[in-house]
């Protein structure tokens, strides 16, 4: 019994592959931000948004889906971790577009 819990503690649980590939893909389907990065944004690197553009065009998103409400505070955070920025009298998420901003 000792053995055991001496195992756990130097390597924590250790799911099979096959869980720990359930919860990867479960995250992935729960990621809004990726999603809506798939289906509502274009990627380059000349293209730019601003952030209150992007972030309406996310809440428009969400509420057309039926998503839960995501804060700002959460998805600007997951935001910087994909883009950079940059901040003049606003900030700008770099390498980032809007699909819609394409049909004009």
Same mark, same amino acid.
Request: neutral net charge; contains cysteine; hydrophobic residues 40%.
């Given at each position: @019994?000792?053995? *055991?819990?001496?195992?756990? +503690?130097? +390597? *924590?649980?250790?799911?099979?592959?096959?869980?720990? #590939?359930?919860? &990867?893909? %479960? +995250?992935?389907?729960?990621?809004?931000?990726?999603?809506?990065? #798939? #289906?509502?944004?274009?990627?380059?690197?000349? =293209?730019?948004?601003?952030? *209150?553009? =992007?972030?309406?065009?996310? +809440?428009?998103? #969400? =509420?057309? @889906?039926?998503? /839960? /409400?995501?804060?700002? &505070?959460?998805?600007? &955070?997951?935001?910087?971790?994909?883009?950079?920025? %940059?901040?003049?009298? %606003?900030?700008?998420?770099?390498?980032? *577009?809007? =699909?819609?901003?394409?049909?004009?």
């Amino acid at each position: @019994m000792v053995r *055991g819990c001496l195992d756990f +503690q130097a +390597q *924590g649980l250790n799911p099979p592959a096959t869980v720990r #590939e359930a919860t &990867k893909a %479960y +995250q992935n389907e729960e990621d809004t931000v990726a999603l809506f990065i #798939e #289906e509502k944004c274009v990627l380059g690197e000349t =293209l730019q948004v601003k952030a *209150g553009t =992007l972030f309406k065009a996310f +809440q428009k998103f #969400e =509420l057309e @889906m039926g998503l /839960r /409400r995501t804060t700002g &505070k959460r998805f600007f &955070k997951e935001i910087k971790t994909r883009f950079d920025q %940059y901040k003049t009298n %606003y900030v700008f998420f770099t390498g980032i *577009g809007l =699909l819609d901003d394409l049909d004009d």
